[in-house]
Structure formats: C-alpha cells, structure tokens
C-alpha cells in the first residue's frame, strides 16, 4: 500500500462505475475520503441479504475507503467541501449530468479552487454529443457500446456479458486516466479534467469487433462459426467464437450440467499432437494427415466436423480429466467456472482473489481480491466504512477543524439528510 502513499482523494462517486476505480486506488495507498450524501450511497441499501446492514453491493466496491457525510444543499456543507477540495489531489465524480454544476462547482471553479487538483468524471456518454444529457446503467453502455449486438447467437436476442464491463470496465479506465494526469500534475503544478463516457470504454472493450467490423467490407470471415459475406454491415453475434486469430470454441462435457464446459483453443501449433490424441479414440487414426484439417485454412473451412469430433471425444471425460488431457499437449483451454469453483478454488486463494473480511453490521464476508499484483505495495484489504464512520475525524485531521466547529456544522445540518420541501 505504498504506491499511491500520500495522494488524498475526495470521493464523491456512487454505485459501481466510480467506486470500482477509487476502491483500486485505495488499495494501491491512496487515502479515499467517500464524500457522501447524508442517505448514503443509494447501493448500502440495495440488494440487502441482511437487515439494516451495509449490502454487499457496497462493501464489495468500498473498501479500505474512509466515509464522510456532508449536505451540499447548505451552505455549511458546501464550505466543508470546498476546504477539502483545497487538501486534495484528486476529486472524483459520476453524477448524472449537471448535478455538480447544479451545486455551483462546475469543472472550473474547482480547478481556481485548487488549481493542482485533478478531476475524474465518469459520465454514461460524456460532457459532449446528443447524448451527453442521459443518464447511463451498466447494460445501457452495453448497449450501446456494441457489446450486446456482438454477443449471443445470430438467431437469438442480443445478450449482455456477466462481466460489468460498462461499470467496472469505465472504473478501470478512469484509474489510468487519473494516473497519468497525476503524474502530469506533479511535473507542471496544474490539474486537469478527466472524462470517461461508459459508452466509450466498452467499445473500447470491442475494439476486436470493431476490426471485424472493417474486415467485412472487404471479404467474409473464415474464423467465424457463423456465416459472414462481405458487405454484412454488422458484425454477427457468434456464440463463443474465440474472435481471435486461433479458432475456439467451449465444448460440452460429462456429465453435461451447465458448467460442465470446457473452453478449447486449437491454437494451430497443436493441432497435430490433439489430432494424434483424440483421433485413435475416434476411429480416425489418420487425423492429423487429414487433408480436411491439415492446414489452418481447411480446417477453418471444415470448423463444424472438427468441433464435432472435439465435442465427440469430450461425451466421455469431465472438463478436468479433459483439461488433464489437454494440458500436457500444450493446448491453451480452461473450464467454465462457475461462481461456486471460484469461491473454492485453491488458485484463487492461493492469489489472494477471494478474501475473508469481517464488519461490525454484517459479520463475515467475502470480497474478490485486488486484481493488480505491486511487488513493492501489495493491497491489505480492510472492509467498508459503515455511513459518516469517519466524518469526525477527517473534519479534525485533514481539515484541522475544533470540535466546537464540528458541534456549530452540525447543528447547522451540514453532515445531515437536507429537510423535505414543503408541498
Ligand atoms: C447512476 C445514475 C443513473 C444514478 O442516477 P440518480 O440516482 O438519479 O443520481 P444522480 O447522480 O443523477 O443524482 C444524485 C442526486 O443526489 C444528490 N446528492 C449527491 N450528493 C449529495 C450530497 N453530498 N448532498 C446533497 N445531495 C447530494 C444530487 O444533488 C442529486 O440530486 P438532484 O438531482 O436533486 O441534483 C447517474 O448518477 C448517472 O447517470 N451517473 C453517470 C453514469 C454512471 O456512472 N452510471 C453507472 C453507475 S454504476
């Protein structure tokens, strides 16, 4: 935790998208102050499993992050604010459009407030665009960033991925931006907006998409499983195509439950040695000299027959005993793990991605680890702050104030809930 040792950071993002980047950062030393609305982040209360306690869909995205409450509708709360912008080096935001230039700091009144601060923004299209005025969820960036159209099968509805990649992948973007704009901040003593729009990062999680998309208008694509022509516009949805050079594809085994997957790659360095193993099994001792599948270009061509006999061979073996088989070969595949292997699995422990964590509302529970491994500041995980924990004592040792100060602040309504407007 000593990486980011030093560089504090006010924290005003909400849900995933934001939390997602500045939980990374706090894991990497940086000190995360979680500026809250006097509710709470709308998520401590969603999804609840159990009563008045933090849900995990907070503490799971929260962690090692200090939370202090403040009420920006008054004038109090707003002092408090702008006198930690002035200690910060990074503020952070995904509001829905307009809401802190609603409060009066748009982007430029907090860079002559603190002219070194940088600025992180997570919006779900951005500052600019007919789309900038909308506010974005997880799956409408999937939507829109040509995630859906590319995944499912070409006769089936488009499908959203498990992997949050319109939340989490824009938290992981913004990450390097505020980086990058940091280090530039330390050279020339000036701060800078960063901008991540969620319709942005996934299509920059489709980029391959994107260069099938350009190769259509140029001829049909013999990797796909699917029929493509040239001149088809849109890149087909094509089931677990490997969408990469090498052709893939994940094959049912025993006992063919819903996991019972493996996911092969007949990279085509080992297709002679796979042929040679599964061809006897099959009544094809001649596999590999078969001029069907001899080179990669046939056997792109003939794709269904091999996935046939792959999928042939697979009836008799559980994923891990055909993994054991195909490891040895060299051929690069892996098993569909669901949630449940995850949570058991030694690898995953071994690496500290499952982590046992304890909190005075819920007792114990688990996050996933920090995926980003620094040899010289490794992440110790501590759980998420319950609502306004350290509002006190942020407002005394960051800001120096007195506790008659914080007493006056507070029964001025700075650190609660604003009250209702009347009808
Ligand atoms: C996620 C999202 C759709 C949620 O919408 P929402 O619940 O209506 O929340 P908003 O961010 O628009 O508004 C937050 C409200 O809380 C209020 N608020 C926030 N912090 C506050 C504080 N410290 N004190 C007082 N009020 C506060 C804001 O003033 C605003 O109210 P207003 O509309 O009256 O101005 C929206 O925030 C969004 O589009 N964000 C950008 C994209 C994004 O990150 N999406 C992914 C989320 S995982």
Same mark, same amino acid.
């Given at each position: 935790?000593?990486?980011?040792?030093?560089?504090?950071?006010?924290?005003?993002?909400? =849900?995933?998208?934001?939390?997602?980047?500045?939980?990374?950062?706090?894991?990497?030393?940086?000190?995360?102050? #979680?500026?809250?609305?006097?509710?709470?982040?709308?998520?401590?209360?969603? $999804?609840?499993?159990?009563?008045?306690?933090?849900?995990?869909?907070?503490?799971?995205?929260?962690?090692?992050?200090?939370?202090?409450? =403040?009420?920006?509708?008054?004038?109090?709360?707003?002092?408090?604010?702008?006198?930690?912008? #002035?200690?910060?080096?990074?503020?952070?935001?995904?509001?829905?459009?307009?809401?802190?230039?609603?409060?009066?700091?748009?982007?430029?009144?907090?860079?002559?407030?603190?002219? /070194?601060?940088?600025?992180?923004?997570?919006?779900?299209?951005?500052?600019?665009?007919?789309?900038?005025?909308?506010?974005?969820?997880?799956?409408?960036?999937?939507?829109?960033?040509?995630?859906?159209?590319?995944?499912?099968?070409?006769?089936?509805?488009?499908?959203?991925?498990?992997?949050?990649?319109?939340?989490?992948?824009?938290?992981?973007?913004?990450?390097?931006?505020?980086?990058?704009?940091? @280090?530039?901040?330390?050279?020339?003593?000036?701060?800078?907006?960063?901008?991540?729009?969620?319709?942005?990062?996934?299509?920059?999680?489709?980029?391959? *998409?994107?260069?099938? +998309?350009?190769?259509?208008?140029?001829?049909?694509?013999?990797?796909?499983?699917?029929?493509?022509?040239?001149?088809?516009?849109? =890149?087909?949805?094509?089931?677990?195509?490997? %969408?990469?050079?090498?052709?893939?594809?994940?094959?049912?085994? *025993?006992?063919?439950?819903?996991?019972?997957?493996?996911?092969?790659?007949?990279?085509?360095?080992?297709?002679?040695?796979?042929?040679? @193993?599964?061809?006897?099994?099959?009544?094809?001792?001649? $596999?590999?000299?078969?001029?069907?599948?001899?080179?990669? %270009?046939?056997?792109? #061509?003939?794709?269904?027959?091999?996935?046939?006999?792959?999928?042939?061979?697979?009836? /008799?073996?559980?994923?891990?005993? $055909?993994?054991?088989?195909?490891?040895?070969?060299?051929?690069?595949?892996?098993?569909?793990?669901?949630?449940?292997?995850?949570?058991?699995?030694?690898?995953? +422990?071994?690496?500290?991605?499952?982590?046992?964590?304890?909190?005075?509302?819920?007792?114990?529970?688990?996050?996933?680890?920090?995926?980003?491994?620094?040899?010289?500041?490794?992440?110790?995980?501590?759980?998420?702050?319950?609502?306004?924990?350290?509002?006190?004592?942020?407002?005394?040792?960051?800001?120096?104030?007195?506790?008659?100060?914080?007493?006056?602040?507070?029964?001025?309504?700075?650190?609660?809930?604003?009250?209702?407007?009347?009808?």
């Amino acid at each position: 935790m000593e990486a980011l040792k030093g560089v504090r950071i006010l924290d005003m993002t909400h =849900v995933q998208a934001g939390p997602t980047c500045s939980q990374l950062l706090a894991w990497m030393g940086a000190d995360v102050i #979680k500026f809250e609305n006097p509710q709470g982040d709308a998520t401590r209360g969603q $999804l609840r499993d159990v009563p008045n306690a933090d849900s995990l869909y907070f503490t799971m995205l929260n962690c090692n992050k200090r939370s202090i409450t =403040v009420n920006m509708k008054s004038a109090e709360g707003k002092q408090v604010f702008v006198d930690l912008l #002035k200690k910060c080096d990074i503020i952070m935001e995904n509001f829905g459009p307009g809401v802190l230039d609603r409060f009066g700091f748009t982007w430029e009144k907090i860079h002559e407030l603190n002219p /070194k601060i940088v600025m992180g923004s997570i919006k779900g299209f951005g500052s600019s665009g007919p789309y900038a005025d909308f506010k974005a969820y997880e799956n409408v960036a999937q939507a829109m960033g040509g995630a859906m159209s590319t995944t499912g099968v070409p006769d089936g509805p488009p499908f959203v991925t498990g992997a949050q990649i319109g939340d989490s992948g824009t938290g992981l973007h913004l990450a390097i931006g505020l980086l990058a704009a940091l @280090r530039q901040a330390d050279r020339t003593g000036k701060g800078q907006y960063v901008e991540v729009a969620m319709m942005d990062g996934v299509m920059n999680l489709c980029r391959v *998409k994107f260069r099938d +998309h350009q190769r259509l208008m140029r001829g049909d694509m013999p990797e796909y499983s699917v029929p493509t022509y040239k001149g088809m516009g849109e =890149v087909p949805r094509a089931g677990n195509d490997s %969408g990469g050079g090498q052709l893939g594809n994940a094959i049912h085994c *025993k006992p063919h439950g819903a996991n019972d997957w493996l996911y092969i790659v007949v990279q085509e360095a080992v297709w002679e040695p796979l042929a040679k @193993r599964i061809g006897p099994d099959l009544g094809i001792p001649d $596999l590999a000299t078969d001029a069907r599948f001899a080179a990669i %270009g046939e056997r792109r #061509k003939n794709q269904q027959l091999m996935w046939t006999l792959i999928k042939k061979f697979a009836e /008799k073996h559980t994923k891990r005993e $055909l993994m054991a088989i195909l490891n040895p070969l060299d051929v690069p595949c892996g098993p569909i793990m669901s949630t449940q292997d995850l949570a058991n699995d030694e690898h995953v +422990h071994g690496r500290d991605m499952w982590v046992e964590l304890d909190h005075p509302q819920r007792g114990k529970w688990w996050n996933v680890g920090m995926p980003i491994k620094l040899s010289a500041s490794p992440a110790v995980i501590r759980r998420s702050p319950t609502l306004g924990e350290h509002t006190d004592e942020v407002l005394k040792e960051v800001l120096g104030y007195d506790q008659a100060r914080i007493n006056s602040l507070r029964s001025a309504g700075a650190f609660s809930v604003p009250p209702k407007k009347a009808a």
